[in-house]
């Protein structure tokens, strides 16, 4: 098993923005999120975090995220220092 650490983007539509998301996540894939920065308004929102875990659950974790509606992207950088 591989440890990896991947830097994303999350962006919420209304439904998964008032969900428990990020302890899905944890508790469901056993991955560890570092949440970077977010916001939320008005039911949607966003969200950059750092997700480690083992490379097969960080990638069961974007399916599932993705497969209730949330749009997972890449980031490049450190979102802190700009």
Same mark, same amino acid.
């Given at each position: 098993m591989t440890q990896v650490h991947r830097r994303l983007r999350l962006t919420f539509p209304p439904g =998964? *923005?008032?969900? =428990? +998301? /990020?302890?899905?996540i944890t508790t469901r894939?056993? !991955?560890v999120p570092n949440i970077r920065r977010?916001? %939320?308004a008005d039911h949607s929102g966003w969200l950059v975090c750092d997700l480690g875990g083992d490379d097969g659950? !960080? *990638?069961?974790? %974007?399916a599932?995220?993705?497969? %209730?509606? +949330?749009? /997972?992207? *890449? /980031?490049?950088?450190?979102i802190l220092e700009g």
């Amino acid at each position: 098993m591989t440890q990896v650490h991947r830097r994303l983007r999350l962006t919420f539509p209304p439904g =998964p *923005a008032t969900e =428990p +998301v /990020v302890y899905e996540i944890t508790t469901r894939f056993g !991955v560890v999120p570092n949440i970077r920065r977010a916001a %939320i308004a008005d039911h949607s929102g966003w969200l950059v975090c750092d997700l480690g875990g083992d490379d097969g659950a !960080v *990638a069961e974790a %974007i399916a599932w995220m993705e497969s %209730i509606g +949330v749009a /997972v992207s *890449a /980031v490049e950088g450190d979102i802190l220092e700009g």
